[in-house]
């Protein structure tokens, strides 16, 4: 059994139905998908507490998902700083693109980034 918790920087509330932001570290919301065995069984959404902040939105956001125990995170680009932090924590990252559906985007990282994901298992 392969299970993965996937962090998707997005856009609303609307869980699977929303979509990839544009943006990572100042995303409305983190989609939080529970999968097992490439099978999507829990879905939560996050609102970003790093929102409104003028600098360092991406380390604040980081932490978050780090604490909420997310091992992969979705999102169209990350910044050097953001990206070196995940690193430390061993958080796989996948470049999704802006305006995608969660679920599609969810679906596509489980399909073409075994590999990758096989690391985290």
Avoid at 40 to 68: F, R, W
Avoid at 108 to 114: E, I, V, Y
């Amino acid at each position: 059994m392969v299970k993965h918790r996937i962090a998707v920087a997005t856009d609303g509330k609307d869980g699977l139905e929303d979509v990839v932001s544009n943006v990572f570290g100042r995303a409305i919301t983190f989609t939080i998908v529970d999968t097992e065995d490439e099978k999507i069984i829990g879905v939560s959404v996050l609102e970003n507490p790093a929102l409104s902040y003028h600098h360092g939105a991406g380390p604040i956001a980081i932490k978050m998902l780090i604490d909420a125990g997310v091992e992969v995170v979705l999102a169209n680009e990350l910044g050097v700083g953001a990206s070196d932090i995940l690193k430390q924590h061993n958080i796989i990252y996948i470049q999704a693109k802006p305006g995608t559906n969660v679920g599609e985007a969810i679906k596509k990282a489980l399909r073409t980034h075994k590999r990758k994901l096989s690391q985290i298992s």
